[in-house]
């Protein structure tokens, strides 16, 4: 028997887990847990976007499965973005450790505090790691595409443009308008039409 936790376009909830884990759950997303939760596992499934503030047991690792990725962690903040109608996963980790597994290929990266993953969910071809003009450790393997960046921190008050969401902010920084649509739509629970299709 699982626990359920869902949110509609339009709206965002918090919660706190069994063992004191605390959960924002942004807008279109899904999050399951089993009721035997923290007995001897903490383990869930997200589809959407999540912010986490993981309570430290390393006797039960928590653990996160999406479509693409799986996470595990002692205890940490992150965040995990993974809608099944964006083309990347995205994992931005603001204080700890984490370990991503891929489960095409069963690849493991360590990320640091304020990195993140940006996992393609469609790509998959054969091309040696390599470093873009940015700095950006960018890694296209046998059935994955993924890239390892900095968060964005803003200047004027040093917020993290990814986890900004938290604390009621929409930013966008470096996106295309789909992109930006898309956040518009499930942020404000409208349909967004573009006139010009170039767009």
């Known amino acids: 028997v699982k626990n359920e936790i869902k949110t509609t376009y339009g709206s965002k909830t918090n919660l706190v887990l069994p063992d004191g884990t605390k959960v924002w759950l942004n807008a279109g997303s899904k999050m399951t847990y089993d009721k035997e939760y923290g007995v001897s596992l903490r383990e869930i499934s997200l589809t959407g976007e999540a912010y986490f ?7 039960k690792p928590f653990i996160i499965h999406t479509g693409k990725i799986n996470i595990k962690v002692l205890g940490t903040a992150f965040n995990v ?3 099944p109608d964006e083309k990347n996963t995205e994992t931005s980790l603001v204080r700890g450790s984490l370990e ?3 489960k095409e290929g069963m690849e493991k990266i360590i990320l640091k505090p304020n990195e993140k993953l ?3 969910n469609t790509e998959s071809q054969l091309v040696k790691t390599n470093l873009s003009q940015q700095g950006k450790k960018i890694t296209k393997s046998t059935g994955n595409v993924f890239e390892v960046s900095r968060l964005s ?3 004027r008050d040093s917020s993290i443009a990814e986890t900004s969401w ?3 902010k929409l930013i966008f920084r470096s996106e295309t308008f789909e992109q930006v649509a898309l956040k518009m739509e499930r942020w404000y629970a ?3 039409l573009f006139k010009d ?3």
């Open 118 to 120: 940006i996992v393609n």
């Open 100 to 102: 991503v597994t891929m």
């Open 190 to 192: 409208v349909s967004i």
């Open 197 to 199: 299709k170039k767009l």
């Open 153 to 155: 921190v803003l200047p």
């Open 166 to 168: 938290v604390n009621n």
């Open 53 to 59: 503030d993981v309570i430290k047991d390393p006797e």
């Open 81 to 83: 973005r993974c809608y």
